[in-house]
């Protein structure tokens, strides 16, 4: 498992992200958290409750992985890898065991329901005792299996909370199970007073259904971490040095390998392809629905589809160093993180849950002394009606619907917090080189010192074949089809240029005056002897860039370039974006300075910047947005990650963001102001524990309702707002 699953970024730092079956809410992630996170070498634990995925970083010389999968079965959770077999296998037995659990729930309530009606009847047609007592055994029959068996859930998790020492929704649940069940055997043992069988089968029938429904739509809030993970084909074709072929296993793959791919198979790891040119479907990874031209010495990725084929190519990394590891791994840290305001949420959560069992006492006791008859049911009513589960779901199912959305539509959420504060950016700051503009190469402009131009630009683009940088996409773009030469002893110098040894040469490729050139705006290829070429390279606009900045300007926000270009260049691409706010030759410093001025000034701040060379400037920014393909996805530090370098998605993000924000302002609302009136009336005894558990069911449902409407709907860009955490925390927690 540790080869293909755990991400080893340094000797002292692995990622392994796993599912983890028998979670079931908040409180289990917590419990998961704390646990976990005593482990001598663990750094990080992320948990995302409805998705029941854990992610941790450790350090695996202080404790192995082995160790802390030990330590989550011994809370009660069986872990699994993340792959399709487990997968598969855990939504079969979680979806199989679920509905066995509410088909028992609903045989047990129709029956005790049905000897219910039967001693209600008797109480008015002059029932017998042993009569009465007769249906009253037949009512506990009916009932023993749906607590003992359909109520099991609630009563371990119950249980797992009482040993963490932290109270959270099971225990209130459990609690009102245990004492309904045992109120009414007592009185069927003593044969006086009142019987609940039928309101405790329906309480667990209906918390069932609810956790049912909820079951469906939190596989459906996973279904794209979940295609992800079945995208990466299990088995692959590797080339013989010999030139046969045999099938292997994608875990027994080694960089270095080489594989062959058919026309409409997945890709098994990243490679850099070995053909001449292919077309690639990276729908899944990066949004864009049109296949890509991948071209001789470009980096396929792992679980994109072959269009067109057979082609071969040199694996460079398996497992979970490719990309596609690297996107789950951002999504699953991006649900797993607690933005400000869930943190705040679950707080007052935990302290709900004391104020309730206390509230539950209260009401017993009041009761006692005025109607002793009616004590019972007023405090079983006020302990189901206040159970918090709508609370603790109304920040995550809202964020983790807004990622899966998001990463649909080719946006990376890597930051939680992200999209709560892209919600409420009202100035957007844009580099220019690779961020609103592409390079391409001017052929007119361009010369051969020495030999032609075409074999010098393949020299060049082999150079530059392993570089994400905008130019050398440019140059391997501008060499088009031709077979690229196998480069040895490659080195990048940062800031100036790459060189490589190509048939015992060395070439340097890159600036002129790194290359004793005069020059300073052509890149200047050089061997040994001198110069062979120089290449001129001219910018354009982005297709989408032009429409992306008339609707931020429709949208009420501000929009500024800042670009360390000459001011000419800068000039011109600000005044075909119609963009007034822009600076020129501005250093990383100045494009810091820059940013501080906008947030003193009262701006919340998101940086849209490549990814590249950016990485200070968007550090800076209240929101970082970064554009990348490639290597960059597996190695996101931004914020928000556009993935397929679409600059429109930064629309549908902040549109996304904003619904979020709303949803999950709605959802605290309604859980506050449904206890706020439920509870109320239910210690007035005017509740009955039936009505009480439908109630608190309806609420937690119309929170995963809520949340699931996030991104149905295309929303018209809203006018900006200076609602923060602390004020949507006060306003809907106060």
């Known amino acids: 498992m540790a080869r293909l699953h755990v991400r080893m970024h340094a000797a002292d730092r692995a990622e392994v992200v796993v599912l983890v079956d028998g979670m079931r809410c908040a409180a289990c992630g917590w419990l998961i958290e704390r646990a976990l996170g005593a482990e001598p070498g663990v750094r990080e634990v992320g948990v995302n409750a409805p998705a029941r995925r854990v992610r941790l970083v450790f350090d695996p010389r202080d404790t192995p992985l082995s160790h802390l999968l030990t330590a989550l079965a011994r809370l009660g959770y069986d872990p699994h890898p993340l792959d399709l077999a487990a997968l598969d296998a855990l939504r079969q037995r979680e979806s199989r065991d679920a509905l066995k659990r509410l088909v028992v729930a609903g045989l047990g309530t129709m029956q005790a329901m049905m000897y219910a009606v039967a001693l209600y009847a008797g109480q008015f047609d002059g029932m017998d005792v042993a009569t009465r007592d007769f249906f009253r055994w037949l009512g506990f029959l009916v009932t023993t299996p749906v607590v003992l068996y359909a109520a099991r859930p609630f009563f371990a998790g119950a249980l797992r909370e009482l040993r963490a020492r932290h109270l959270s929704m099971d225990t209130p649940v459990a609690l009102a199970i245990a004492l309904i069940y045992l109120a009414s055997l007592i009185a069927t043992l003593g044969r006086s007073g009142e019987i609940y069988f039928d309101s405790v089968s329906m309480f667990v029938l209906f918390l069932l259904g609810a956790r049912y429904v909820e079951m469906r739509a939190r596989h459906r809030a996973g279904d794209l971490v979940d295609a992800l993970a079945r995208l990466q084909p299990a088995t692959a074709e590797r080339v013989a040095d010999g030139g046969g072929s045999e099938t292997v296993g994608v875990h027994e793959l080694q960089a270095g390998d080489r594989v062959r791919v058919a026309a409409g198979a997945g890709v098994p790891a990243d490679g850099v392809l070995l053909d001449s040119a292919c077309h690639v479907d990276e729908s899944l990874l990066t949004g864009e629905s049109t296949p890509r031209r991948r071209l001789c010495g470009d980096t396929l990725m792992a679980g994109t589809l072959l269009q067109d084929g057979p082609v071969e190519l040199r694996v460079t990394q398996v497992g979970a160093d490719t990309v596609l590891a690297g996107i789950v791994r951002m999504i699953t840290r991006a649900a797993s993180d607690k933005p400000a305001l869930a943190r705040v949420a679950d707080e007052h959560a935990r302290r709900f849950v004391l104020r309730t ?40 199912a809202a964020l983790t619907r807004a990622v899966a959305v998001l990463a649909r539509r080719g946006v990376l959420v890597v930051d939680g917090d992200a999209l709560e504060r892209l919600a409420q950016v009202d100035t957007v700051v844009f580099d220019k080189t690779g961020t609103l503009t592409v390079p391409a190469l001017d052929r007119a402009r361009s010369e051969a010192r020495r030999g032609d131009l075409d074999a010098a630009l393949r020299i060049a683009a082999a150079l530059e074949q392993a570089s994400t940088h905008p130019l050398a996409r440019a140059l391997r773009a501008a060499a088009g089809d031709a077979t690229l030469p196998t480069v040895r002893e490659r080195h990048e110098n940062a800031g100036a240029g790459v060189e490589g040894v190509i048939d015992g040469m060395r070439y340097r490729l890159g600036r002129a005056d790194w290359n004793g050139e005069t020059d300073d705006e052509r890149l200047v290829l050089c061997d040994q002897h001198g110069t062979l070429a120089r290449f001129a390279m001219h910018e354009r606009p982005r297709v989408e860039a032009a429409a992306t900045v008339a609707a931020l300007h429709d949208a009420d926000l501000h929009v500024v370039l800042l670009s360390g270009d000459r001011r000419e260049r800068v000039a011109r691409i600000a005044e075909a974006l119609d963009i007034d706010d822009w600076q020129a030759e501005a250093t990383p410093a100045d494009k810091l300075a820059g940013l501080h001025r906008l947030r003193q000034e009262g701006g919340v701040v998101a940086m849209v910047g490549d990814g590249i060379n950016d990485a200070p400037v968007l550090a800076g920014a209240d929101v970082a947005v970064a554009l990348g393909s490639g290597a960059a996805l597996a190695q996101a530090s ?45 210690a007035l005894g005017l509740v009955p524990p039936w009505l009480a558990a439908i109630g608190m069911s309806a609420s937690s449902l119309l929170v995963l309702l809520q949340s699931l409407r996030i991104g149905r709907r295309s929303t018209q860009p809203a006018s900006t707002g200076k609602t923060t955490v602390a004020a949507v925390s006060r306003e809907a927690l106060a």
């Open 357 to 396: 069992l206390a509230l539950t006492a209260l009401t017993a006791a009041a009761w006692s002394v005025f109607d002793p008859a009616r004590a019972f049911d007023a405090a079983i009513a006020v302990l189901v009606i206040s159970c918090p589960c709508a609370f603790a779901l109304a920040v995550p």
């Open 638 to 682: 931004s914020g928000l990650l556009l993935a397929g370098d679409r600059l429109d998605r930064l629309l549908q993000a902040r549109t996304v963001a904003r619904e979020m924000l709303a949803a999950t302002r709605r959802n605290l609302r309604w859980a506050i102001g449904y206890n706020l009136a439920a509870v109320p009336l239910a």
